[in-house]
C-alpha cells in the first residue's frame, strides 16, 4: 500500500488510457494522436465521437452511418419531455435538469436488460444518451421561455441542431462551425474529475447511464466545469461596474478574488484549447462588430499573466477563461455554458468507460484511518 496519502489524487497514476494526452508542460492536448489543433480546425465533433470511441478516425461511409445512428436517437419520448417541462417550470438548475433528465432516459432504454459485459450494448446506450443531451437541453430552454420545444432537424449535425433546436432557426456558418469547434475542444481531456467518476461507477459494472449522470453531477462543481459560466458572469460584472477593467481585475484581485478560468491541476502553461477559443472569441467579436467582452477578457488575462506573474506560477489562462464569452456571443443563456460542457464531454465519458470495462478492475482507494482504535461503548443515558 502507498504510504504517503496523495490529496486530490494529485499526480497519482490510476489508469492507462489511449484515448488522450496532455502535456501540462508544453501546453498540448491530443486525442489518439491527433493535435486538438488540428482536430477543431479539420474534424467535425460527430468524428472526433467516432475517434474517441472506436479508436481511429473514420471514412467518409463509416461518419455517415455514424452520423446517421446519432440523428436516429435525438427523440425524447413524452414522459421525458414532460419531466424536462416540469424541471423548467420548478426553476431548477440546468446542470440539476439535465443530470434528473438523463437518468430519466433510463427508463426509455430499448437494451434495459443488456449484459454490462456486452460493450456493443454500452456503446449503443452511449450513443444514445449523446444523441439526446442536446435535444434535452434546448428543450429545456425552450420551456423556460414558455415556447414549444423545436424539434430535431434531421439534416443538421449534432453542433448545429442544437442551436437549431434552441431559436428555431438554422444558424449561420459561423456560428454552426464555432459551436461545432467547441464540442470538439471539450470532448475529452484525460482524468479530469467528471471522467474519473464516470469511470469510477463503470468499474463497478454499474450502467452507462449511471456513469454519465455521475459525470454530469462532477462536472457541475465551479473547480471544475462550472467556472466557464462564473468567468462570463465576472464579465457581466465588470460591464455593469462601469470600471475599467484593469481597475476592475486590480481591485479584484487585492481583494484576494480568485478570477475564475485561471490555473489547471495539469496545465502550467496557458490550455491550448483557450488559444484556440480566444481566436473564435475575436472573430465573432470581429463579426458581431462588439470587441467589448474580448478585450475585458484579454485584458484581465494580459493583468493576471503579466503584472500578478501567475504564469510564471504556473497559473494560466483554461479553457473555460474564454469559452463564456463566445457562447455569449452566440446568444446562448448564460447558465446554459456548463450543460454545453457536459454535451461534449459525454463523448470522453463515454469513451473511457468502454475502454475501461474492456479490462476492468474495480476502482478502490484506501485510506488513512485516524480515529480512535478503542472506543468504549457508554450507554446512552449515561453519556
Ligand atoms: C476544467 O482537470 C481538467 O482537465 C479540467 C478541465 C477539463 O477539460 O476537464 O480542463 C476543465 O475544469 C478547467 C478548470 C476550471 N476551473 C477554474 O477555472 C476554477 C479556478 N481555478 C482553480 O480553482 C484551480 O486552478 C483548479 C481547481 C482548476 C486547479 O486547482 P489545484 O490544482 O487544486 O490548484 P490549487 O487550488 O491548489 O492552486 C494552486 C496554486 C495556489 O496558490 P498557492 O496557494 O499554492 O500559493 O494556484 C493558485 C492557488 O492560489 N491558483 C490561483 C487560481 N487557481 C489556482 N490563483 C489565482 N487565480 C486562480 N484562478
Redesign the pocket.
Known amino acids: 500500500m502507498l504510504e504517503d496519502v496523495q490529496k486530490?489524487l494529485?499526480g497519482v497514476l490510476v489508469a492507462e488510457s489511449g484515448l488522450s494526452s496532455?502535456d501540462g508542460d508544453a501546453g498540448r492536448l491530443i486525442y489518439r494522436g491527433y493535435d486538438i489543433e488540428t482536430l477543431a480546425r479539420e474534424a467535425t465533433y460527430e468524428e472526433v465521437l467516432y475517434l474517441l470511441w472506436h479508436d481511429e478516425l473514420p471514412t467518409a461511409e463509416e461518419l455517415e452511418a455514424f452520423a446517421d445512428s446519432i440523428a436516429e436517437e435525438r427523440e425524447l419520448s413524452a414522459d421525458v419531455l414532460e419531466t424536462v417541462r416540469r424541471l423548467a417550470a420548478s426553476g431548477e438548475e440546468p446542470m440539476a435538469a439535465l443530470r434528473t433528465a438523463v437518468s430519466a432516459l433510463s427508463a426509455d432504454e430499448p437494451e434495459p436488460d443488456a449484459d454490462p459485459e456486452d460493450l456493443d450494448a454500452t456503446l449503443r446506450k452511449g450513443r444514445r444518451i449523446t444523441a439526446k443531451i442536446p435535444t434535452i437541453l434546448a428543450a429545456f430552454e425552450r420551456y423556460r421561455m414558455d415556447e414549444a420545444p423545436v424539434d430535431p432537424h434531421p439534416d443538421l449535425d449534432l453542433a448545429e441542431n442544437f442551436l437549431y433546436m434552441l431559436t428555431g432557426e438554422e444558424p449561420d456558418d459561423i456560428a454552426a462551425e464555432t459551436i461545432d469547434q467547441a464540442l470538439i475542444l471539450?470532448a475529452?481531456?484525460?482524468?479530469?474529475?467528471?471522467?474519473f467518476t464516470s469511470m469510477v461507477v463503470a468499474s463497478t459494472m454499474a450502467d452507462v447511464y449511471s456513469s454519465v449522470t455521475a459525470g454530469i453531477g462532477a462536472?457541475s462543481g465551479?473547480?471544475?466545469?462550472?467556472?466557464?459560466q462564473?468567468?462570463m458572469e465576472m464579465l457581466i460584472e465588470v460591464d455593469e461596474s462601469d470600471r475599467d477593467p484593469l481597475d476592475w481585475v486590480k481591485n479584484a484581485?487585492d481583494e484576494g478574488?480568485?478570477?475564475?478560468?485561471?490555473?489547471?491541476?495539469?496545465?502550467n502553461v496557458k490550455?491550448p484549447?483557450a488559444k484556440i477559443l480566444q481566436a473564435r472569441c475575436k472573430e465573432l467579436s470581429e463579426a458581431n462588430g462588439d470587441e467589448k467582452w474580448y478585450d475585458y477578457t484579454t485584458t484581465i488575462e494580459e493583468y493576471?499573466t503579466e503584472e500578478?506573474g501567475?504564469v510564471e506560477?504556473?497559473?494560466a489562462p483554461?479553457?473555460?477563461?474564454y469559452s463564456g464569452t463566445v457562447y455569449y456571443q452566440l446568444g446562448i443563456p448564460v447558465d446554459m455554458y456548463t450543460p454545453i460542457?457536459a454535451m461534449s464531454?459525454v463523448g470522453?465519458w463515454v469513451g473511457h468507460v468502454l475502454e475501461y470495462q474492456e479490462d476492468n478492475r474495480l476502482i478502490r482507494p484506501r485510506g488513512r484511518y485516524t480515529g480512535p482504535e478503542e472506543a468504549e461503548w457508554v450507554p446512552i443515558d449515561e453519556r
Do not use: M
Not at 257 to 267: A, E, K, L, M, T
Open positions: 486530490g494529485e496532455i471539450h475529452d481531456h484525460g482524468l479530469n474529475a467528471s471522467t462536472l465551479p473547480l471544475h466545469g462550472g467556472a466557464n462564473d468567468v484581485t478574488r480568485r478570477i475564475p478560468g485561471f490555473g489547471h491541476r495539469v496545465y490550455d484549447r493576471l500578478q501567475l506560477k504556473g497559473i483554461n479553457v473555460d477563461f460542457f464531454r470522453g
